[in-house]
């Protein structure tokens, strides 16, 4: 009866806890769990060959050569297998990224110092994603190369005839430390901001000062929010792929899997690709489980009741300035270089030794000139206004059912829709793949028939996790009280939806929505799988989109047109940064509330 | 609209927020229910709202089963204690919006919408956000926001809580004015005993989820037949005492070796729990009142008042009394209270 009476009732919020659900459960738990189906006749002990596990390290980590005045030394990295490299990879990057992160944030949230505020600015630089590129002015600075990268030459005007490179695998955990540790930084400074005033100056009039203050009181406090983005970090190293190609380094699972979607064969066919997507899978949901007590979205609720009273920042003595100007500094200018720097190579002519040559705006010209290329972007843009439709409604109606614990089973829609951020995308990919290509082989659904639609319907699974939750947090800045006052005085839901809901959360989903649909923008990992199928960039008609393009060009195939590629790439890629810069600081500035971090996790 | 309550139950999981509660709220009646933080007295209130449905028992309003009907088919309007108001829509929308839901013709919720401001005072603040307003005015835009739809019942959850101690004091009268001159039924939660005591024509006590006990204020205070009750309203301090004669609702109780008359409820046992009203202690001998003998412990001035904590002969339990008129006693020294038969209450231990 109870049951009964409350369902007729909430016919309006059983919608919105289905639209969300069946959709996260078709395109994404069913596309995930059929990775499954290609290990159908998988022979696990291949696994098992020194390819994939090596336990005899093959290779120097770090050689050392003379020719001549010059002396070379070479960061290489050792290959212990496609298994093993990866998860000692992720594990570095991880472990690099939270050390710089969680202090740079640390130091510039709690500290007052001179030049503070650029700290924060180079911290934040990296936040701007330019897939490809970066890794790629990463291997210009600081990879190896022969004729010297730009650290070499600068150490060479110093007196010092040295090239320090850093390639194979070295290069990827480099490059994927500079680009990943903001993420980090950003988490732990949003959780650091959360923490009321009141809490730090009683540690200080208790006696504590500086060090004691952060050890004792701050990083316990933050530790929700710099787990959460040494988890997210760890997951986004596991599935990345742009760093590998760039380094050209294939030993590691994902460009194993991302290599599949080349010929559909990788060298232990679709089995291999599923057991190593499979593996990939519980590598990032393993730790994700083991932090998952501090990772709860509920983490905001604490937030809610009201924003934290501001705390007084602390002077930065002596030795805390020497730490921050001679040890924090030098990191930041290095991850902050290959961001300026992807602006430089997109305006040169070329680049391929230590420094650019020529200044030309040429790069952009051949954006609209060569149809291939601006192909990409139109189709993305196509993409994205395809999908931020559907992210609005899905994504609303989620959080409205997570926030407001309207049917049983929100519980289960919570965890559901921000599984999509723990899932590696390339998994998703080959899961989409998978799925699509046997359920519905031929329709429009195959991605084999039309890649488009592919695209928009795991654009929206992947992305809408960041609009749930600037909508989420909305709402629980919203008293339930509003909603509840406007049904005693006689509203349906869906009145209270539209008159009450809506209007008071509305700029919290316009932010989620921005942000979502830079994502969908940069997405990679589905767009270079998935996106490939359609032709390739030299096709005037192909599917993919701008991060397609972009990997496409750096990876310098015959396109003609005077141009270096990776130039071309750079200026779409510099493009693509504005765009995001400009979003980044709408959402944040314009649109969030205090205490809330759209960009965290 | 009169209001009855028979045998609602509710569970949150494993926790038991109220355990077959009846009541019945008299048509035009200021009913207040009271009790501790956590006790189910918001539920019950919800309940009441339609915004929780219980897993036992049903709700009427007057004849109508309306146990599972949602909170907009009910007419029971509701005032918030942070009053909930929509901070994107000004006053006067905020109060038009119960009108506009019905669907009613423009003029007539205007007319009925400059009523509301009227009668709240309210009058020159309609086109102002709630954010422009103070917490006074606030509150009088909810109450006028859930007066306008002229509902059956109105509810309302500690609307004044939020406010300062004055304020609170200036619209606890405005409310208790407007509810008689409108002839309204209001049921209105608070654990503020003295808000209940000078407000309510009659309240409920609940505790734990159980309805302890029903009655007019001055029932309540001067012979609560619940220990609960004779605790939980005005200064109290409790201590166990044995019985030593008993008659006539009267029971004469040894605590120590002081021996007092008390107020006996329901008391068939050797031993009993002896409530006393601290603040009706008298520092001198009054006629038919009972000598308390004891060492003072702390002692307090507190203006009015004089706190004083004492052990009472013969005994180890604390007691606390509030005596007017007297200099603040030693510590160690020996104190005599008069206590009034209605100041201490016996029950069965």
């Given at each position: 009866m109870v049951e009964l009476g409350r369902r007729f009732r909430d016919r309006v919020a059983l919608a919105l806890f289905l639209l969300p659900t069946v959709y996260l459960v078709t395109f994404f738990v069913f596309p995930v769990a059929s990775v499954l189906l290609g290990l159908k006749d998988f022979d696990w002990g291949l696994l098992f060959s020194p390819f994939y596990f090596n336990l005899e390290p093959v290779g120097k980590m770090i050689e050392i050569r003379s020719f001549g005045p010059r002396t070379f030394v070479i960061v290489k990295g050792v290959d212990v297998g496609v298994v093993l490299n990866s998860l000692i990879n992720s594990a570095l990057v991880t472990l690099f990224a939270t050390l710089i992160g969680a202090s740079v944030a640390v130091l510039t949230a709690l500290f007052d110092f001179p030049g503070r505020r650029v700290f924060i600015f180079l911290a934040s630089l990296p936040l701007l994603v330019a897939p490809f590129v970066n890794a790629y002015v990463v291997k210009l600075l600081y990879g190896f190369n022969l004729q010297g990268n730009t650290i070499s030459f600068l150490l060479k005007s110093l007196g010092f005839d040295v090239v320090v490179g850093f390639t194979k695998l070295a290069g990827v955990t480099l490059a994927q430390t500079l680009a990943f540790f903001p993420i980090v930084y950003i988490n732990t400074l949003a959780a650091i901001m959360a923490i009321d005033a009141s809490l730090i100056e009683q540690a200080r009039n208790l006696g504590a000062r500086g060090f004691t203050v952060v050890r004792k009181v701050v990083l316990p406090l933050a530790m929700p929010g710099i787990l959460a983005g040494a988890t997210l970090v760890y997951i986004l190293s596991l599935e990345d792929v742009g760093a590998p190609i760039v380094f050209n380094f294939k030993n590691l699972v994902s460009y194993q899997v991302y290599e599949f979607f080349q010929e559909f064969t990788s060298i232990g066919g679709v089995g291999a690709a599923a057991a190593l997507c499979v593996i990939m899978l519980v590598a990032s949901l393993v730790p994700l489980a083991v932090v998952k007590k501090y990772l709860s979205l509920r983490y905001y609720a604490k937030l809610s009741r009201g924003a934290p009273r501001p705390f007084e920042r602390m002077r930065l003595g002596r030795v805390g300035m020497a730490a921050a100007y001679l040890l924090v500094l030098p990191v930041l200018v290095a991850a902050a270089a290959p961001q300026l720097g992807v602006f430089v190579l997109a305006f040169s002519e070329r680049w391929v030794g230590a420094l650019p040559q020529g200044f030309t705006l040429g790069n952009f010209e051949i954006i609209f000139s060569k149809p291939g290329v601006f192909r990409g972007i139109v189709n993305s843009l196509t993409y994205a206004a395809m999908a931020v439709p559907l992210i609005a409604v899905l994504g609303f109606s989620a959080a409205y059912t997570v926030a407001r614990e309207t049917v049983r089973g929100a519980g289960a829609l919570d965890l559901l829709s921000t599984a999509p951020l723990a899932v590696p995308g390339l998994v998703v990919a080959f899961g989409y793949f998978i799925f699509l290509h046997s359920v519905?082989?031929?329709?429009?659904?195959d991605p084999l028939t039309l890649p488009a639609a592919v695209l928009v319907i795991a654009y929206v699974a992947r992305k809408m996790p960041f609009t749930v939750r600037a909508v989420f947090t909305g709402l629980l800045q919203t008293p339930k009280e509003m909603e509840e006052v406007a049904e005693s005085l006689g509203a349906t839901r869906g009145t209270v939806l539209r008159k009450v809901v809506l209007p008071l959360t509305k700029r919290s989903l316009l932010a989620g929505l921005l942000l979502s649909s830079i994502y969908v923008l940069s997405e990679v990992s589905v767009s270079v799988t998935i996106g490939a199928l359609g032709g390739d960039v030299v096709d005037p008609n192909h599917a993919g989109p701008i991060t397609f393009v972009i990997m496409r060009l750096i990876q310098a195939p015959a396109f003609g047109g005077g141009a270096q590629p990776q130039a071309v790439a750079a200026a779409m890629a510099s493009i693509l940064m504005l765009i995001e810069a400009l979003v980044l600081f709408v959402a944040t500035n314009r649109l969030a509330r205090r205490g809330q971090s759209l960009i965290s996790v | 609209m009169r209001i009855r309550v028979e045998g609602v139950s509710k569970r949150f999981g494993k926790f038991h927020a109220l355990k077959n509660v009846s009541l019945e709220v008299r048509d035009g009646e200021f009913f207040a229910i009271l009790g501790p933080s956590g006790s189910g007295k918001t539920t019950l209130l919800r309940i009441l709202a339609g915004f929780e449905f219980p897993d036992e028992g049903r709700i009427y309003f007057g004849d109508e089963d309306v146990t599972f009907k949602g909170p907009e088919e009910r007419g029971a309007a509701m005032v918030f204690q942070n009053w909930a108001l929509w901070p994107h829509m000004t006053v006067y929308e905020n109060i038009a919006f119960g009108l506009k839901v019905r669907k009613l013709p423009k003029e007539v919720v205007d007319q009925k919408v400059r009523w509301a401001l009227k009668l709240l005072g309210l009058e020159g603040l309609e086109n102002r956000y709630p954010h422009q307003l103070s917490g006074g005015q606030q509150q009088r835009v909810a109450l006028a926001r859930a007066l306008v739809v002229e509902p059956k019942v109105l509810l309302l959850d500690e609307p004044l809580s939020n406010l300062d101690a004055r304020l609170r004091l200036k619209l606890r009268g405005e409310l208790k004015k407007i509810q008689r001159e409108l002839g309204i039924t209001a049921i209105y939660v608070t654990h503020d005993q003295e808000e209940a005591l000078a407000m309510a024509d009659r309240l409920a006590l609940i505790n734990k989820g159980e309805l302890v006990e029903v009655g007019t204020p001055e029932q309540i205070y001067r012979d609560p037949q619940h220990p609960f009750t004779a605790i939980f309203i005005g200064k109290t301090s409790t201590a166990k005492g044995r019985v030593v004669e008993r008659g006539d609702g009267l029971a004469r109780i040894a605590v120590g070796e002081n021996i007092i008359t008390a107020k006996a409820h329901g008391l068939n046992t050797e031993r009993a729990l002896v409530v006393f009203k601290s603040d009706l202690a008298k520092a001198r001998p009054r006629e038919g009142y009972s000598p308390l003998t004891g060492r003072v412990t702390v002692s307090m001035y507190m203006g009015s008042q004089v706190e004083v904590r004492m052990v009472p002969k013969g005994s180890e339990e604390e007691l606390v009394f509030y005596l007017a008129e007297q200099e603040p006693p030693p510590p160690g020294s020996e104190v005599t209270v008069y206590l009034p038969v209605e100041g201490v209450h016996a029950y069965p231990l």
């Open positions: 519905a082989p031929g329709s429009p659904l | -």
